[in-house]
């Protein structure tokens, strides 16, 4: 594995850093404490040039034209305020931000029969959005799947906001049979099971797609997991649209996914393009809110920033695997 690769490179910050956006946070409230992360984009500006290479260049392909310096900061501020926000979602709930909802009704009907799903996200926005679905239906069991080994500070510093979130994790990086039945049986419970799908870890399978006019490989795990189990997969989008407003995008993508080993590369190829098209989309619709912060056509320019604890592991890859060996 590279040494550029974006699962290779360490944490960025440590736990110190950590209980100190913690206590502004909590003591100074959200106001001072955003006005704290003008130094902290100032510093990632200046100071990691991957990333912010990574950021022109995705940049220049969301926006139709060459980004200025301004272009970048606000990329990068706009992923720091969502890790800010992440912590008074977790500490204090979602009151004090305005978060409209579109398409969460297309859910419905899976829901109402107790019938679990997938629903799939991405490094777009903020995953940490779902909560609000607890608001609306507050018996409603959503699951996680996530590496916790990655970003390990961070993970204990969120785990002390809200306790609950150990209990709804589905690890990524354990074994993949593991993974796959911790699934299903959330699933058999009438659980919606959140995973981000957009990132290729190092070894996992992939397939391209064309995503802003070029080949980008996105993960085949999750659609192997889906067809194997046989469930329904909706796409959500968590997307910051300023200050304190948010836009929760829910839409349906498929029903129980049927993949016959015969035509299985060709089904998943279709599939993966269909969401590479739906992430473009909302890409365009919210471009400084991609959080990819690594050369995603290439994966060997750099690497996400450091405060992005949500990470496919390489459990998820193996369970795409048995996934793949139940679906045919």
């Known amino acids: 594995m590279s040494d550029s690769h974006w699962k290779s490179r360490p944490e960025g910050a440590g736990p110190r850093a950590y209980r100190i956006i913690f206590f502004i946070a909590n003591h100074g409230g959200r106001t001072v404490a955003r006005l704290a992360l003008y130094p902290i984009v100032a510093f990632y500006l200046l100071a990691r040039g991957p990333e912010r290479r990574a950021s022109r ?16 900061a606000r990329h ?34 899976a829901l109402d029969r107790g019938q679990g799903l997938l629903l799939f996200g991405s490094h777009l926005g903020s995953f940490e959005a779902l909560r609000v679905l607890a608001r609306r239906r507050p018996q409603l069991q959503v699951k996680v799947v996530l590496d916790r080994g990655h970003n390990a500070a961070l993970m204990r510093m969120l785990d002390a906001l809200d306790p609950c979130i150990a209990a709804n994790v589905i690890d990524a990086g354990q074994d993949g049979t593991s993974i796959v039945l911790q699934i299903k049986q959330a699933a058999e419970e009438g659980a919606i099971v959140a995973m981000l799908v957009d990132r290729a870890g190092p070894g996992e399978a992939s397939t391209p797609a064309t995503f802003f006019g070029a080949a980008a490989a996105f993960p085949t795990a999750p659609w192997l997991i889906a067809a194997a189990l046989k469930l329904p997969v909706a796409l959500a989008f968590g997307l910051y649209r300023g200050g304190a407003r948010y836009e929760l995008v829910f839409e349906p993508f498929a029903d129980a996914l049927q993949i016959e080993r015969r035509e299985r590369p060709a089904r ?14 909302h890409a365009r619709s919210a471009p400084y809110n991609w959080f990819n912060f690594y050369d995603f056509w290439h994966a ?29």
């Open 57 to 72: 260049a995705y940049l220049a392909r969301a926006l139709g034209r060459e980004p200025g310096l301004g272009d970048v």
């Open 268 to 281: 998943l190829a279709a599939l993966v393009q269909r969401y590479a098209e739906r992430l473009q989309h």
């Open 76 to 109: 990068i501020h706009t992923f720091a305020a969502t890790i800010l926000d992440r912590v008074f979602m977790l500490s204090r709930g979602m009151d004090g931000f305005d978060v409209r909802i579109r398409g969460l009704e297309s859910l419905d009907d």
């Open 300 to 328: 060997d320019d750099a690497s996400p920033l450091p405060s992005d604890p949500v990470q496919p592991g390489a459990g998820v890859a193996a369970g795409g695997d048995v996934a793949a060996r139940r679906a045919g």
